[in-house]
T-cell receptor, first 113, second 115 residues
C-alpha cells in the first residue's frame, strides 16, 4: 500500500517568507508526528497528533512554527517568517497507534536563503 | 529521565561476518524499543520492535535484536553482513506507561560493511 508522502520534496525560500509543508499519512493511521533531522543525526521531535488533536507541541522551536491536522488525516507544518536557521530536513511519520512503530515519509528539504 | 545511548559512532564489519550495533537505554519502567535504518539520501525505515514477550525479536532484512532487561540493552544483530546493510542505524525507546508518546532517539551508528 501507499506509504507516507510529503510535499514538496524540496523547497527553497527567501528569508522572511512563510512556508507550508504537507504530510499525507498512511490511510487509517491514528498518530502523526513531525520531526526535524540534521544530516547524520537522529530525528528531533517537533509535534504530534492523535486524530485531529495536537497532543504535544513541546518540540516546536518557537511561535513561528505551527501545525494542524484538521480532519485527522493530512497535516500541514507552517513556518512563518522563515530564517536561515530553519533550513533542515523536515520529516513526517505516522503510526497506527500512539507510541508504536512509526512509518516515515521521504522528507521535505527546506533551504532558506 | 528517559535516554538512549548508542556508544559507537561507527561500526566496521567485513561482508559475511556477523554484525552487532549496540544500544542501551534508561527508562523508569518497562520499555518499548525500536530500531530504524536510514540508507543514504533516504528516509527512516522501521526495522523491528520489542513490546513484550520473547526477548529475541526478528525484523526486516534478516536483522534481529535481543532485549536484555538486566543490562538494559537492545543490541541489533545480523549473522552475516551484506554490503547493502551499510547505513545509519537508530535505536529508540519509550517508557510503556508514559502517556507522552514521544520516542527518545539515539544519536545513530553508522554501519559500514566492507566487501
Amino acid at each position: 500500500g501507499a506509504g507516507v508522502s510529503q510535499s514538496p520534496r524540496y523547497k527553497v525560500t527567501k528569508r522572511g517568507q512563510d512556508v507550508a509543508l504537507r504530510c499525507d499519512p498512511i490511510s487509517g493511521h491514528v498518530s502523526l508526528y513531525w520531526y526535524r533531522q540534521a544530516l547524520g543525526q537522529g530525528p528531533e521531535f517537533l509535534t504530534y497528533f492523535n486524530y485531529e488533536a495536537q497532543q504535544d507541541k513541546s518540540g516546536l522551536p518557537n511561535d513561528r512554527f505551527s501545525a494542524e491536522r484538521p480532519e485527522g488525516s493530512i497535516s500541514t507544518l507552517t513556518i512563518q517568517r522563515t530564517e536561515q536557521r530553519d533550513s533542515a530536513m523536515y520529516r513526517c511519520a505516522s503510526s497506527p497507534q500512539s507510541g508504536f512503530e512509526q512509518y516515515f515519509g521521504p522528507g521535505t528539504r527546506l533551504t532558506v536563503t | 529521565a528517559q535516554s538512549v545511548a548508542q556508544p559507537e559512532d561507527q561500526v566496521n564489519v567485513a561482508e559475511g561476518n556477523p554484525l552487532t550495533v549496540k544500544c542501551t537505554y534508561s527508562v523508569s519502567g518497562n520499555p518499548y524499543l525500536f530500531w530504524y535504518v536510514q540508507y543514504p539520501n533516504r528516509g527512516l525505515q522501521f526495522l523491528l520492535k520489542y513490546i513484550t514477550g520473547d526477548n529475541l525479536v526478528k525484523g526486516s532484512y534478516g536483522f534481529e535484536a535481543e532485549f536484555n532487561k538486566s543490562q538494559t540493552s537492545f543490541h541489533l544483530k545480523k549473522p552475516s553482513a551484506l554490503v547493502s546493510d551499510s547505513a545509519l542505524y537508530f535505536c529508540a525507546v519509550r517508557e510503556r506507561m508514559d502517556s507522552n508518546y514521544q520516542l527518545i532517539w539515539g544519536a545513530g551508528t553508522k554501519l559500514i560493511i566492507k566487501p
